[in-house]
C-alpha cells in the first residue's frame, strides 16, 4: 500500500516538472535542409531551398559593412534569460524573451532601459504565453501573437 503512494508521488513530481525542464533546455537544433521560404502568391516570388551544404568559408567582412556593441543597462527590471528576437526601431532597441521572462524589454539606443511589457493575465495590456512581435513601421505600432486563440495586442 505504502508503495502505491509513492510511486503515485513520483508520477506526480514527473508531471508537475515537465515546464520547468523545458524552460532550462538549450534551443533545439534546427535541420536547415528542411527550410523552405514559400511565397504567397507563385507569381510575386521564389520558392528559396536552404541547405546545410557550405562550399566555402566566407569572411564575416564580405557579409557585414559595418557592427557596433551596445552594452544594455543591467537592473533588475531590465533582466531577461534568452533572447529569442531583437528588432531596432527608431531611437529604441527591442528585445523579446518569450522562454523566460515572456516579456518584450524596450531600450533606448545607447542601451539605457526603459520599460518592459507584458504582464502575465488576460486583462488589457496583459499576455497569456506571448510567441512573437512584430513592429508595424508606418504606423510606429508594436504587435503581439500570443497563443490563446492566436489572438494578437496591439500597442501604440
Not at 569572411?59 to 559593412?65: G, M, R, T, V, Y
Request: aromatic letters at 14%; proline letters at 4%.
Amino acid at each position: 500500500m505504502k508503495s502505491k503512494y509513492v510511486l503515485i508521488a513520483f508520477v506526480l513530481f514527473c508531471c508537475s516538472c515537465q515546464e520547468l525542464i523545458m524552460k532550462n533546455r538549450p534551443f533545439p537544433a534546427v535541420d536547415a535542409g528542411r527550410i523552405e521560404i514559400v511565397p504567397i502568391s507563385e507569381e510575386k516570388g521564389e520558392i528559396i531551398k536552404v541547405t546545410n551544404e557550405i562550399g566555402e568559408n566566407i569572411p564575416a567582412s564580405k557579409l557585414i559593412e559595418d557592427f557596433f556593441y551596445v552594452p544594455l543597462e543591467s537592473i533588475e527590471e531590465s533582466l531577461f534569460a534568452y533572447c529569442n528576437q531583437i528588432e531596432v526601431f527608431e531611437d529604441k532597441i527591442f528585445v523579446f524573451d518569450r522562454t523566460g521572462t515572456e516579456k518584450l524589454f524596450i531600450f533606448r539606443k545607447n542601451g539605457k532601459f526603459l520599460k518592459s511589457i507584458g504582464e502575465k493575465g488576460g486583462a488589457p495590456f496583459e499576455f497569456f504565453k506571448p510567441r512573437s512581435f512584430a513592429i508595424d513601421r508606418e504606423k510606429s505600432k508594436l504587435l503581439f501573437m500570443t497563443i490563446r486563440n492566436g489572438s494578437g495586442c496591439i500597442f501604440l
